[in-house]
């Protein structure tokens, strides 16, 4: 049921991109991604619906490839505040209510 | 803006006790849903209120329960603690209970059981 993330981990040097993936068994209707840092809450990043959409910023944008229930965050030119774990949330479409989390991918940008 | 307050921070427990989370969503937010997050894991769905009715419920035991008030904050209650329910246990708050709208999160109750 978890939607699986790969990498689990990564390191980065400041200005490298980097490239987190997340994937279901079943079909989805929506993709969450978040970020958090140690000790802190979960915050929010963009969302993706049904419809092959992307979205972002000119830095952190996100993919979702419908047919293949694949969804893609994309950090570019990374800073010093993207370290943390980032985890997918994904709803299926015959439970849209019920958010379920990956395990995370833990991210850490050095100088 | 408060965003979502969740109250204890930190509390301890001994095995066989029963605890009560409380959760204020975000202003604006009629939906509560509470997760737990082992160190290292990513957070794992318990349930989800809605119009004050308990809407979609993960692999979680009967030990379990909770309510929402009709001011949309909620209680998570858990019965007859044991080691493994040690854990942050969050909340996060969201708009009509669909997932096309970002959740919002507190910054947990951090619950030791001993």
């Known amino acids: 049921q978890q939607p699986v993330q790969s990498p689990q981990a990564v390191i980065l040097r400041e200005g490298e991109d980097a490239v987190i993936n997340c994937s279901s068994s079943k079909a989805l209707y929506s993709v969450h991604w978040y970020r958090q840092k140690h000790g802190e809450a979960p915050v929010f990043l963009m969302i993706l619906l049904k419809g092959g959409e992307q979205k972002g910023h000119e830095k952190i944008s996100a993919s979702f490839n419908e047919k293949k229930q694949q969804s893609s965050l994309y950090l570019t030119a990374s800073q010093l505040s993207y370290s943390g774990t980032y985890f997918c949330?994904?709803?299926?479409?015959?439970?849209?209510?019920?958010?379920?989390f990956g395990s995370g991918t833990r991210l850490l940008v050095r100088p | 803006d408060a965003g979502v307050t969740q109250s204890p921070t930190h509390l301890i427990k001994t095995r066989g006790q029963q605890v009560t989370l409380r959760c204020s969503p975000k202003s604006g937010h009629d939906t509560v849903s509470w997760y737990q997050q082992a160190l290292g894991q990513g957070p794992q769905f318990i349930f989800q209120y809605y119009e004050e009715e308990e809407r979609q419920r993960g692999n979680f035991p009967d030990r379990f329960s909770g309510h929402q008030f009709p001011n949309y904050s909620s209680e998570l209650n858990v019965n007859a603690l044991w080691l493994g329910d040690s854990a942050l246990y969050l909340c996060?708050?969201?708009?009509?209970?669909?997932?096309?709208?970002?959740?919002?999160f507190g910054s947990g109750t951090r619950l030791t059981v001993v």
């Open positions: 996060a708050s969201s708009l009509s209970g669909q997932t096309n709208y970002g959740y919002t």
């Open positions: 949330g994904t709803a299926w479409m015959d439970s849209s209510y019920k958010l379920i």
